[in-house]
T-cell receptor, first 113, second 111 residues
Framework: DADVTQTPRNRITKTGKRIMLECSQT?????MYWYRQDPGLGLRLIYY???????NKGEISDGYSVSRQAQAKFSLSLESAIPNQTALYFC????????????FGQGTRLTVV | RKEVEQDPGPFNVPEGATVAFNCTYS??????FFWYRQDCRKEPKLLMS???SGNEDGRFTAQLNRASQYISLLIRDSKLSDSATYLC????????????FGKGTRLSVIA
């Protein structure tokens, strides 16, 4: 089983719908992140959390919200999906410290029609 | 200036060639540096960390130049399996900030 698991792996949803992407990890890491990836734009940080009570906005948080339900779980919500939120979404985790490697989930391909 | 900048490529090289990628970063206080590899439609994975003295892992060599604020990745004897996107990653401040990813450089190794 993967150390960082994202569900669903693929999703097609309609404009205006609420959708939640879930991420769980078995690495025991405190830090969790949500990124989106678009062709030509690379990975852009949406939100990150350094522990259960910590939530921080990233570069592109508008239109998204997150919930850190437990150390192992970090969910990303699109309250009212719009077509330009069509992208590949990655969850990642890392241990604390400057040298910590990031471990990624396999990604969720979201299409908003 | 963007925090982390890379030449997007693509770099198209024949098998056996040596290829080098550079990456520049804007925050002079950055402490840690990495190269990640991402295959098409897959998640990024750590290729190697970059240390001040430079480091080598088989055919891959990473260098850091703090004075000029760039890091490099050299791949020798390129294999078809090296075809991927290489992401330059910087941690702007130790412990309290997330990793910042460059947009990546695409490499295609051709038979």
């Amino acid at each position: 089983d993967a150390d960082v698991t994202q569900t669903p792996r693929n999703r097609i949803t309609k404009t205006g719908k609420r959708i939640m992407l879930e991420c769980s990890q078995t690495k025991g890491h405190d830090r969790m992140y949500w990124y989106r990836q678009d062709p030509g734009l690379g990975l852009r940080l949406i939100y990150y959390s350094f522990d259960v009570k910590d939530i921080n906005k990233g570069e592109i948080s508008d239109g998204y919200s997150v919930s850190r339900q437990a150390q192992a779980k970090f969910s990303l919500s699109l309250e009212s999906a719009i077509p330009n939120q069509t992208a590949l979404y990655f969850c990642a985790t890392s241990a604390g410290g400057a040298i910590a490697e990031a471990f990624f989930g396999q990604g969720t391909r979201l299409t908003v029609v | 200036r963007k925090e982390v900048e890379q030449d997007p490529g693509p770099f198209n090289v024949p098998e056996g060639a040596t290829v080098a990628f550079n990456c520049t970063y804007s925050n002079s206080a950055s402490q840690s540096f990495f190269w990640y590899r991402q295959d098409c439609r897959k998640e990024p994975k750590l290729l190697m960390s970059v240390y001040s003295s430079g480091n080598e892992d088989g055919r891959f060599t990473a260098q850091l130049n703090r004075a000029s604020q760039y890091i490099s990745l050299l791949i020798r004897d390129s294999k078809l399996s090296d075809s991927a996107t290489y992401l330059c990653v910087v941690n702007a401040a130790p412990g309290n900030t997330p990793l910042v990813f460059g947009k990546g450089t695409r490499l295609s190794v051709i038979a």
